[in-house]
């Protein structure tokens, strides 16, 4: 594949020319209740082919197979040229390095068969099922994927990467008295088949939710001390934060907060580490074949940093951060979050509840939306807080603000930080979808808006 890429990136004519190839192995297995319902194993590849050459824009091409690399980079070449009325491009500069991954896995995905599968899976829906008696029904979805890419420029890097990672998705259904109610909840965990032990913690967590939520009532809307638990911290600041700290790309709107602008308090700091091990989010390079890296992006309050691919680095005259990203297997790289975190500060959760005499502790998000007004979040559960103690589940919690006001309600970081294992997709218009990771401590936060979606 190497000598491929390499031949036909030589045969371009035009200034600069990069190829993908990405390969996609998938297997799913589908569990109700106790007993597997569907299995699903599937192959993809494709490519994706850019050009752009002194005085033109992008020309680009994805398409589906391996097949005709020189005549997809002849097809881009000839774009960009058709092109070439647009505001010419501006690529920072980055070393040119060759990466070449393990030729195996530890514990690939796909040394297992089918039958070990569905026997993972379904001893999973077994635990779900018989965790409580008032779960009547469940789900279990089990995946894997193995992902090989392929990269080479025109300048001379080449990237095969090679990584894999498997993810648990339940839902739980607890029924009692004539009351039925539902929770849900996942964990990637890069690597393979080596360990069940998330997976068997997730569906005990995701069996207990559902059933407190049976006789929890209603939250009152109104005004709370909130309290953020590790996944609903980082889930927010994704939200909030590195969707803004990324330039819009030269002739676009802008819509990043400048460098130097107060976010937040002096407490909060939060940036992206596409470097942080072990995480499914992770890559040592990104998308155009530059070095990732650790990018602070709010330092104290105040904005340090933005995330940038070549393009929007060159346009601003700054580094790459390393965080062009593609969104599909065919699509181009936009500059994306990966690994966002909140920095830890001081204190243990029984610190920041201690002054709360009542309040709200959220765990986990079920979503975290922009929204015409800011920011809202949908919590995966939520308990009162009474004169400093968590006291009994609630439902229906979403909190939301302006989104510069919310942050500066911010009023104490913990010093418990920690990644969170859940799955989440990061979809953006058409920069497509990616995976990405949230790491955070506890956050505490003044008076936040609370609404009851239960009415």
């Not at 130097?260 to 407490?267: H, S, T």
Request: charged letters at 20%.
């Amino acid at each position: 594949m190497k000598q491929r890429i390499l031949d036909a990136l030589e045969s371009s004519r035009a200034g600069y020319g990069e190829l993908r190839l990405r390969r996609i192995w998938r297997t799913a297995v589908l569990v109700r209740d106790r007993v597997a319902e569907s299995a699903h194993a599937g192959v993809e590849t494709g490519g994706f082919a850019r050009c752009c050459s002194t005085g033109t824009g992008w020309g680009s091409v994805g398409w589906s197979g391996e097949s005709r690399l020189e005549e997809q980079l002849l097809q881009a070449h000839e774009l960009s040229l058709a092109g070439s009325s647009r505001q010419p491009l501006q690529l920072a500069e980055i070393p040119i390095r060759e990466f070449e991954s393990p030729a195996s896995l530890p514990a690939d995905p796909r040394s297992f068969d089918m039958v070990a599968r569905r026997e993972r899976a379904e001893s999973l829906g077994v635990a779900l099922r018989e965790a409580d008696r008032r779960i009547a029904a469940s789900r279990v979805l089990v995946s894997d994927e193995v992902v090989e890419t392929w990269y080479g420029t025109s300048e001379g890097t080449w990237i095969h990467h090679l990584r894999s990672s498997v993810t648990v998705a339940a839902l739980a259904v607890a029924r009692q008295e004539g009351s039925a109610e539902r929770a849900m909840g996942s964990v990637t965990c890069p690597g393979g088949w080596h360990s069940t032990a998330a997976a068997e913690s997730l569906v005990q967590s995701v069996a207990a939710r559902a059933v407190d939520r049976l006789h929890a009532p209603p939250v009152r809307s109104g005004r709370y001390p909130v309290v953020l638990d590790p996944a609903a911290a980082g889930a927010l600041m994704h939200r909030a934060v590195s969707h803004i700290a990324r330039p819009a790309l030269p002739g676009a709107d802008p819509d990043v907060l400048p460098l130097g602008a107060r976010l937040g308090p002096d407490i909060l700091t939060v940036g992206d580490d596409p470097t942080a091990p072990g995480l499914s989010a992770g890559s040592p390079y990104d998308d155009e074949g530059a070095v990732a890296r650790r990018c602070v992006i709010v330092q104290n309050g105040v904005v340090l940093g933005h995330l940038h691919n070549r393009e929007t680095a060159g346009a601003s005259s700054q580094a790459t951060t390393g965080h062009a990203r593609a969104g599909s297997i065919q699509g181009p790289p936009y500059p994306r979050a990966s690994n966002t975190f909140v920095a830890p500060g001081v204190g243990s959760l029984d610190d920041l509840m201690e002054e709360v005499g009542t309040g709200i502790y959220v765990m986990d998000a079920l979503a975290c939306e922009a929204t015409e007004a800011g920011v809202a979040l949908r919590a995966g559960a939520a308990h009162m807080i009474r004169n400093g103690r968590i006291a009994e589940p609630v439902k229906g919690v979403k909190l939301s603000g302006e989104l510069l006001d919310l942050l500066g309600r911010v009023d104490v970081v913990g010093g418990d930080f920690q990644w969170s294992g859940a799955t989440a997709r990061c979809r953006d218009g058409a920069a497509g979808l990616v995976t990405v990771t949230t790491g955070a401590p506890h956050l505490r936060l003044r008076e936040v808006l609370i609404e009851s979606e239960v009415g």
